[in-house]
């Protein structure tokens, strides 16, 4: 079982709509939870981070945590094409001698004209 | 500001040939990282530094990888003997201080092939 999972999709989604990710993972001691958007070619890019249990908004972007399930979830919407990448989602453990990422393989989003 | 540079952005090695990739943090940021990501994966962790000190190196695959940051600003990855297996996209990342929630910004990235 990988630490981090995702579905690699593709999840494809009209404009407009709400696209949702999501992301579990397994390591309890996990502290911080991150969500990064990869365009094709190009190095992944902060999109929203979480660290308390429920919902965080950013604009379009809502992050939720749930750390009893271990899950935490990424939702965009008015979903554009622009929008369409691949999702990683992130967790770090926050250890002293370590702040490394574990990522998932992340999610394809196509967003639909 | 500047972000975080890499070089070179591409590389092509024959097998059995050492590399150096290099990279530019942002300046100040104390905590430099080195990730590893193979084709449709996330990336995978390498090394961390705090500063100069390379605190943990548990991701490095094999002997045949080192790391060094030397002064706590630029850093290079250094992979010998490479194999077509070391062929994958290399990830350098920085972050202001030492705190596990600070924002990993990532640097474009060197794709190296090896033949």
């Known amino acids: 079982q990988k630490e981090v999972e995702q579905n690699s999709g593709p999840l494809s989604v009209p404009e407009g709509a709400i696209a949702s990710l999501n992301c579990t993972y397994s390591?309890?001691?996990?502290?911080?939870f991150f969500w990064y958007r990869q365009y094709s070619g190009k190095s992944p890019e902060l999109i929203m981070f979480?660290?308390?249990?429920g919902d965080k908004e950013d604009g379009r972007f809502t992050a939720q945590l749930n750390k009893a399930s271990q899950y935490v979830s990424l939702l965009i919407r008015d979903s554009q094409p622009s929008d369409s990448a691949t999702y990683l989602c992130?967790?770090?453990?926050?250890?002293?001698?370590?702040?490394?990422?574990?990522f998932g393989s992340g999610t394809r989003l196509l967003v639909r004209p | 500001g500047a972000g975080v540079s890499q070089s070179p952005r591409y590389k092509v090695a024959k097998r059995g040939q050492d590399v150096a990739l290099r990279c530019d943090p942002i300046?100040?940021?104390?905590?430099l990282f080195w990730y590893q990501q193979a084709l449709g994966q996330g990336p995978e962790f390498l090394t961390y530094?705090?500063?100069?000190?390379?605190?943990?190196k548990s991701g490095l695959p094999s002997d045949r990888f080192f790391a060094e940051r030397p002064e706590g600003s630029v850093s290079t990855l250094k992979i010998q003997r490479t194999q077509q297996e070391d062929s994958a996209v290399y990830l350098c990342?920085?972050?202001?201080?030492?705190?596990?929630?600070?924002?990993?910004?990532f640097g474009p990235g060197t794709r190296l092939t090896v033949l």
């Open positions: 979480i660290y308390s249990n």
């Open positions: 390591d309890r001691g996990s502290q911080s």
């Open positions: 530094f705090q500063n100069e000190a390379q605190l943990d």
């Open positions: 992130a967790v770090n453990r926050d250890m002293d001698s370590s702040y490394k990422l574990i």
């Open positions: 990342a920085s972050s202001l201080s030492v705190l596990g929630r600070d924002t990993q910004y």
């Open positions: 300046s100040g940021h104390v905590s």
